[in-house]
């Protein structure tokens, strides 16, 4: 089979990596990869949002299976697109990933299905936000309705810090059109959980759970990131948190969204808050999450390509997923200034060294070449990601692989993990 994954991060990375192991596989694509891609791919120069160029790409070159791993060009309806061409491809059709591409839209589903969630309002207005506000007392959750790299999400800890973000999304200056709607919601304590499942609208395979860590700064600190580590399996998601999860959200989404004429085919990725084992859903993805991918992915025995496959065929049935009963770890080595503005062009040293480690594997996001150098070139620039017998021993061989590489100004949480250590 001749394969295309469509994207350039850490996660695509993670599946380039996953797909070329099989024995199923005898090309991989990716458009537009990175760096780490090109080492078992070719990278092709076809950016995430030009559809028309991505499909005539996939159709003149025979490709048998495409895999999409970011939210735009689900949002803007690659799979339609693709499929309307005859073409195989993983993921759901524009109408299904509207459960990420409108807060709005995933909430008012959740609502209509019973699934459990936090109370909420949704605005266009600003005095009836404010008023919201005011009735509900802070803190108090804003989120732009539309899609925001995972920043579009402001706790506020008093009412005016959330007057201000409603105004400032609704006015258009944060997040564009994006946040020209707004989700208020009650504030959830609790510790959060990423549950991901690959499911064909029918059949449904629940993933190894994991836990992202999101605030920039280590003890959650700081402003929320795309993701600054991850590791699997997650010991929040005990037995019955995962039958939970099963039943009270991923199946009446799954069948919410087939009886709403949305039939959901692909990764569906579910971010819980769990306290005294009950479980709220903070929000819906409509692809694997990243950095989760990459420890998922260094945990999963099976081969991936038949299920992603059968998912682009329709028909999951019959078929299951192993999983390595080992733990996965990766830490997020991100630019400074990162998730807020950051340079470009420093000079990464040690990423040789940090791979001799047995076990490990250094998963690029934005990286680059220049001038014989791989330099920084994006926010989060690299995971490194290591499999051990226990979430402490692959904490502790992340850790010395991460110590192998540095460049100028490089941050990363030091206490990726620490969460999963205090519950085992
Ligand atoms: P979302 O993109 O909706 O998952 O939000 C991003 C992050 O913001 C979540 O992973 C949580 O850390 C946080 N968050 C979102 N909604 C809430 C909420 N209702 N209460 C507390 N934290 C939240
Ligand atoms: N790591 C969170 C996400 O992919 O949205």
């Known amino acids: ?173 944060a997040f564009g059109k994006a946040g020209s709607r707004v989700v208020i919601e009650e504030f959830l304590s609790g510790e959060e959980a990423s549950f991901l499942v690959i499911t064909d609208g029918k059949n449904i395979i629940p993933l190894a759970s994991a836990q992202d860590h999101k605030a920039v700064f280590d003890n959650d600190q700081g402003p929320n990131t795309g993701g600054m580590g991850a590791y699997s399996p997650a010991p929040v998601v005990t037995p019955d948190i995962h039958e939970k999860a099963m039943q009270q959200v991923i199946r009446p989404t799954v069948d919410g969204m087939a009886a709403e004429g949305r039939p959901y085919r692909g990764v569906l990725y579910a971010g819980l808050m769990i306290k005294d084992g009950q479980i709220k859903t903070l929000e819906f993805n409509a692809r694997f999450g990243d950095p989760e991918c990459q420890p998922l992915l260094m945990r999963m025995k099976s081969d991936i390509v038949p299920v992603l496959a059968a998912v682009a065929n329709g028909d999951l049935a019959g078929i299951d997923l192993e999983w390595h009963d080992k733990a996965a770890v990766c830490v997020v080595m991100a630019s400074e200034g990162y998730p807020g503005d950051y340079r470009k062009g420093d000079i990464i040293a040690g990423l040789n060294d940090a791979a001799q480690i047995n076990d490990v594997y250094v998963f690029h996001a934005g990286t680059a070449h220049k001038d014989g150098n791989c330099v920084t070139s994006g926010g989060r620039v690299l995971g490194v990601t290591a499999l051990g017998g226990s979430v402490q021993d692959s904490i502790a061989t992340a850790y010395r692989a991460v110590d192998r590489i540095s460049w100028k100004g490089v941050q990363f949480r030091t206490d990726i993990g620490k969460k999963a250590l205090g519950r085992i």
Not at 96 to 107: L, P, V
Request: aromatic content about 6%.
């Open 1 to 173: 089979m001749k394969v295309l994954v469509i994207g350039g991060g850490g996660r695509e990375h993670a599946l380039v990596w996953k797909i070329a192991q099989s024995p199923l596989v005898e090309k991989v694509f990716c458009a537009p990869g990175n760096p780490g891609t090109a080492q078992l791919a070719e990278n092709i120069a076809i950016g995430v949002e030009q559809l028309d160029k991505l499909l005539a790409f996939a159709y003149e070159n025979k490709i048998d299976l495409t895999v999409v791993g970011p939210e735009q060009p689900l949002s803007l309806g690659i799979v339609d697109l693709f499929e309307s061409h005859g073409l195989k491809v993983f993921g759901p059709s524009q109408k299904a990933a509207f459960i990420e591409g409108s807060k709005a839209f995933s909430k008012d589903l959740m609502q209509k299905y019973n699934v459990p969630t936090a109370a909420y309002g949704v605005f266009t207005d600003q005095s009836e936000a404010e008023a919201f506000i005011n009735r509900t007392g802070a803190p108090i959750v804003v989120k732009a309705d539309g899609l925001a790299a995972g920043k579009g999400v402001i706790i506020a800890q008093t009412c005016r810090e959330a007057i201000a973000a409603v105004r400032d999304m609704l006015s258009g200056n």
